[in-house]
Structures are given as C-alpha cells and as structure tokens.
C-alpha cells in the first residue's frame, strides 16, 4: 500500500511554538555533521519530551527549517539560523506561513488557509470540518474525530497565541469564532520567495506566470497571503525594481517573466541583509 498523500498529523495537538522551534534548529545547525540527529537529542537539549520533541520536528520539518526523518538542517534552515536565529522576524513568519499554506500534504494548514478562511467572512472548527469531508476515504471515522479539531485548534492558536499572531493574519473574534485581522504588510523579497516556491511546486519550470495565477489561484501567493490583485500587481512592481522579473503588459500578455540568475536561497538572503 503506497503512502497517504496527506499528513492529518502534524502537531497532534501541540502548540506551534517558534520559541522552542528555535532552540532546536540552533541545535540542528551545531550538529549538521552527526548525521542523522535523533529526536532524544532535541528533547534533552530543549528539555521536553520526546512525544512534544517529534511533533515540533513535525513542524520544523513543514516549515520547511529541517529534513524530515533525519532531522539535520535545510539550507533555507541555515540561512534563517544564520540572520534570524530567534525565530522572530516578520518576514520570516511570512515565508514559513506560506511554505505550510501552500503545500497540500499539510491538509489542515492548507485547506483552512487556502479555502476556510478565503471562503467565509468568519470561520471556527465547525464551519471547517466539512471541508475535510473527502479525508474518509484515507483515514477511519474514529482517527478523524480523534485528531481532526486539534490540529484545526492549534491553526487558529498559531495566528492568534503563538509568534504567527505578529502578521496580523486572522483575529479571535469570540471563543471559538474567528475573522480577518488587518494583516502586516508582506515584504517584496519575500513576495518573490513565495511566487518561486510556487512556480517550484505548481508549475515547474515555467519561464512565465500570468499574474492572475498569482493573485487567484488555489496555493497562490495572492490568495495564501490574503491579497487583492491591486495588492499583487503593487508588490511585483517592487520585486521588479528589485531587479528579479519582468513584467510582460501590453495586447495579449499580462504575465511576469523570471530571470535565470538567482534562486530562492537568494532571495532570502537579500532579504535578510537588506531588512
């Protein structure tokens, strides 16, 4: 039997706390060269659990900070180690949003931010719950009763309680009811990391994007961050001035074009150096 093409278990309930996501991916930088580094390795160095230890790798690994399995750094995990080794940076928030909005093996994450909150003036665990529907057919009655709300839960605490809630992304309107925030603005390097991880995992080896692709579509950065097209088209006008595309207007054509000298690490960096 192949493997699920979904993750409903990625934190199992545990908060998404970028505090200790941290601490652990110092320890992972500082250990690059062990190999594989084992979950009892983060859990006596951060001093929690091993239960909580596997889940935060859980996270880190879909924040896109650590390998899954062996649990060593990714390059974007040096990076942000290197410049942002508190995990605080509001651009860097932005980024790791998008790297787990935007990928649909983290169901949770994906489907609440990509079509629950687009899709509904306000929204709560119940509105969600049938936008997983479909999940049955992957996973037994009692798995999802027993796992689905918390992982939902730990979504809303994570832009309402934990470090996610600096964005400004969604706002805790009662106990169990929530609505848009009046979100920070999303900076143009990190704009153009997010369009690159799109056309990476959405449209591999596109030389082109129609820019309504970007504002609309399902994964898009316009619509992960929570933008108008006017908000789109201003913020590739600023990652043109930066020198990383062309935009393509005139007839027929509405398109960015990518030039074929920088990557995404790239951009990070500048982004990073240039704050």
Request: proline share 5%.
């Amino acid at each position: 039997m192949g493997s699920l093409p979904y993750k409903l278990q990625l934190t199992n309930g545990f908060f998404a706390d970028f505090s200790q996501i941290a601490r652990m991916l110092t320890y992972a930088v500082e250990h690059r060269d062990d190999g594989r580094i084992p979950p009892a390795a983060y859990s006596t160095h951060i001093g929690i659990s091993i239960r909580r230890t596997q889940h935060l790798c859980s996270m880190a690994a879909a924040f896109g900070l650590i390998r899954p399995v062996v649990l060593t750094p990714t390059e974007l995990g040096s990076v942000v180690h290197l410049y942002d080794p508190f995990l605080d940076d509001l651009g860097a928030f932005w980024l790791l949003h998008f790297l787990v909005s935007s990928n649909e093996r983290y169901v949770v994450w994906n489907r609440l931010v990509d079509q629950v909150i687009p899709q509904n003036d306000r929204f709560s665990t119940t509105i969600a719950r049938p936008y997983f529907a479909d999940l049955s057919q992957f996973y037994s009655e009692r798995s999802m009763e027993k796992h689905l709300g918390k992982e939902i839960s730990v979504v809303w605490n994570a832009y309402t309680e934990q470090a996610f809630r600096d964005l400004g992304y969604i706002r805790a309107e009662s106990d169990q009811i929530y609505t848009y925030g009046v979100h920070e603005p999303v900076p143009p390097h990190i704009f153009c990391a997010a369009v690159l991880v799109y056309r990476e995992r959405f449209l591999p080896g596109a030389a082109t994007i129609d820019v309504s692709i970007l504002a609309y579509k399902a994964n898009s950065p316009g619509r992960v961050f929570d933008l108008t097209e006017r908000q789109v088209r201003d913020l590739l006008e600023e990652v043109k001035e930066l020198g990383y595309i062309h935009i393509e207007t005139r007839a027929d054509l509405d398109q960015i074009r990518f030039r074929d000298d920088y990557d995404f690490l790239d951009i990070v960096r500048h982004y990073y150096q240039e704050r």
